[in-house]
């Protein structure tokens, strides 16, 4: 006769209470001193299978009374234990991830999805140019600044950017715990779920699994710093956290975290609904926050034309990882996850627009009103062709971000404070690029202004030749700038320093020439014997005083572009020396054959030739006579 059916149900009860109780580490040292997960595998399943009859004694409707109070005990004795033997495997397998290991790897060469592996990419820390180093405008807020970049080269950053996110999944999943040690995680989570301990276990899941991220993120730089932290951090120090945020942001979304949902898909998939996700959340929610926290005070932050390209950076960054981002985050309880990093991109985005637009406003009003010596490049025009050369190299980027026309410059406005363009001239252009043009329009704008400062004719036309022939020389040592300016453009401002360099020559050298002509030289009474000395003395005198003024003054004037230094040498010595050398051929005699002629005649051919060599050295013509006097003695 077989016993009844209560019997082998208390019968089996009570075998697996005496294994629960013999574990029960609030009653015994030995359970106290051991884990059951570390010892011998027949005990980890005899463990299991006594949780597995004390739940079955659970739900059986005959067990009543003291009964049914012992199976409660032993329930609650079993998932306290099973709760400290999760919690100790998860421990134990917190250090595994290398996170040094993938972060410097630069060996990748594609993005794929992988069982195991790391982010691979280049963590090529480029310092490309600096801006604002000649630069004395604080206007700009960029005296003593400089702009670097840090370029993160993965194999789709070749792939430009699209109104979508331009980049494919380079997700890359590594094994966090081994898969013979994931069977005892589940195994543990299914029996303590199934209790009704689903809180217990996904808290301690979460707590450990963070505690595991925080540790990573500290070997990546991320730290743990509010919005306002970061805001008031100064703009050097926020360079090199950027940097550091991209590098490190690359790493989380793509390994970390992803490597964290395949973790928690492996161990509560199956389990319950969503519990996975829950548990996901659970563990990356806030170290999620906490890394996206730093790219939203960054795009809230003050604006200002140095952190342009930053911003810029950053954009890129997390367009390029926005792919990744939707594909980690895809649940619907990670929808702010999404949203945040969505919200960020988008503010990033108008940070630019506005950085650009500030930027112009700064370029037309900076007010520096102290001439540079020498008419030479103005510490602004140096800095504002920099910069636009820089916002070149973020071309594609930018052509997306700016959707609009400049919001000024609309010709014949009336506004005497604010040039004109036409933009019917530039039709076709993209608005980036005739936000380009408009920024070099006030440019010059601004330096005309700024050339009205010098009392000397000449040296406007040579500060306006100069800087109009740097703005030149710099579109055309940029590919990507000169594309977008275009030729057509270019060439009219090439004939701009041509002109200033025109309008230089007849400021200087009309006067000088002026003395070297026949007019008012001649008496009546025949040609030959008909020149007035006197007046041919004062014609002499009044040449060889405009001369030494004008020797004296401007081999002090700069021009720094030795080629355009050359060619105007050129073109003065084009006008001048046949001139003088003729007017001295005709009049010489006439000097020669009365007294002191060293008076009258200071200057033969070869001494003007030599002397138009010192213009534009900017040096005083005491330094060239020293120098051409320690050549000659060599």
């Known amino acids: 006769m077989e016993p009844p059916e209560n019997y082998v ?58 009964g049914q109070s ?67 405008n604080d206007h700009l807020d960029s005296t003593t600044s400089s702009t670097t970049y840090d370029v993160l080269k993965h194999s789709e950053s070749n792939t430009s950017v699209s109104s979508s996110y331009r980049s494919t999944s380079c997700i ?39 505690s595991a991220i925080d540790s990573s993120f500290k070997r990546l730089g991320v730290e743990k710093l509010s919005i306002g932290d970061i805001q008031r951090l100064e703009w050097d120090a926020l360079e090199t956290k950027i940097r550091r945020w991209i590098r490190a942001a690359k790493v989380c979304v ?58 810029l950076d950053l954009h890129d960054a997390l367009v390029e990882l926005m792919p990744d981002i939707e ?43 102290v001439p540079v010596p020498g008419g030479t490049i103005h510490p602004l025009t140096r800095y504002v062709m920099n910069y636009i050369s820089l916002i070149s190299d973020y071309k594609q980027t930018l052509i997306e971000l700016i959707m609009s026309k400049p919001s000024t410059g609309s010709r014949y406005s009336g506004d005497p404070s604010t040039p004109d363009m036409d933009f019917a001239e530039l039709e076709g252009k993209t608005p980036l690029a005739l936000h380009l043009i408009w920024v070099i329009v006030i440019l010059q704008f601004n330096l005309d202004g700024k050339s009205k400062h010098y009392k000397d004719a000449s040296l406007v036309h040579l500060f306006m030749m100069n800087n109009v022939h740097y703005i030149v020389q710099k579109v055309k ?102 001139a003088y050398r003729s007017f001295l051929g005709r009049f010489r005699s006439h000097i020669e054959s009365g007294k002191h002629p060293e008076n009258y005649i200071k200057y033969s051919v070869e001494d003007l030739e030599t002397s138009v060599l010192d213009f534009f050295e900017g040096y005083p013509v005491s330094q060239h006579l020293r120098r051409r006097s320690s050549e000659s003695m060599k």
């Open 477 to 578: 040592s940029s590919p990507e700038l000169r594309e977008m300016i275009g030729d057509d453009y270019l060439r009219k401002m090439t004939g701009k320093f041509r002109q200033a360099a025109t309008n230089y020559q007849r400021a200087t050298w009309v006067k000088v020439l002026y003395c070297l002509r026949d007019e008012g030289l001649h008496v009546s009474g025949g040609f030959s014997s008909g020149v007035s000395k006197s007046a041919l003395r004062e014609r002499f005198k009044s040449f060889n005083a405009m001369f030494e003024e004008v020797h004296r003054t401007q081999a002090t004037w700069l021009i720094p572009d030795s080629q355009l230094r050359e060619e105007l040498r050129i073109s003065i010595s084009e006008k001048l020396i046949p």
């Open 172 to 210: 890359r999943e590594i094994e966090l715990i081994p898969e013979e040690t994931i069977e005892d995680l589940k195994n543990i989570a299914q029996r303590m779920i199934a209790a009704g301990y689903l809180r217990e276990c996904t808290q301690v899941y979460g707590s450990v699994r963070k």
């Open 9 to 66: 149900l208390e019968g089996s009860f009570e075998s697996a209470e005496k294994i629960i109780l013999r574990w029960d580490s609030t009653a015994s040292e030995e359970a106290r001193e051991k884990m059951i997960f570390e010892g011998d595998r027949c005990e980890v399943d005899r463990y299991l299978q006594a949780v597995d009859e004390i739940q079955r004694s659970i739900s059986s409707t005959s067990i009543s009374g003291d």
């Open 254 to 311: 793509r390994i970390l975290f992803a490597s964290e949902k395949r973790l928690c898909e492996q161990i509560f998939d199956g389990v319950g609904t969503a519990i996975d996700d829950a548990c996901f959340m659970e563990t990356v929610k806030g170290p999620a926050i906490q890394l996206f926290n730093f790219a939203e005070a960054i795009s809230i932050s003050r604006r200002s034309p140095e952190k342009l390209f930053k911003i």
């Open 327 to 369: 594909i980690v985050f895809d649940s619907k309880s990670s929808d702010s996850i999404r949203v945040q990093a969505a919200e960020i991109l988008s503010r990033l985005a108008e940070a630019a627009r506005g950085i650009l637009s500030e930027f112009e406003n700064a370029v037309l009003k900076e007010p520096s009103k």
């Open 70 to 136: 012992k199976v409660n005990s032993a329930i609650q004795i079993a998932m306290a234990r099973l709760e400290d033997e999760f919690s100790n495997i998860l421990l134990a397998h917190i250090h595994a991830f290398d996170v040094d290991s993938l972060a410097t790897d630069p060996s990748s060469s594609s993005c794929s999805r992988t069982e195991s592996g790391g982010d691979h990419f280049d963590d090529d820390d480029e310092d490309r140019q600096q801006l604002g180093q000649e630069q004395e």
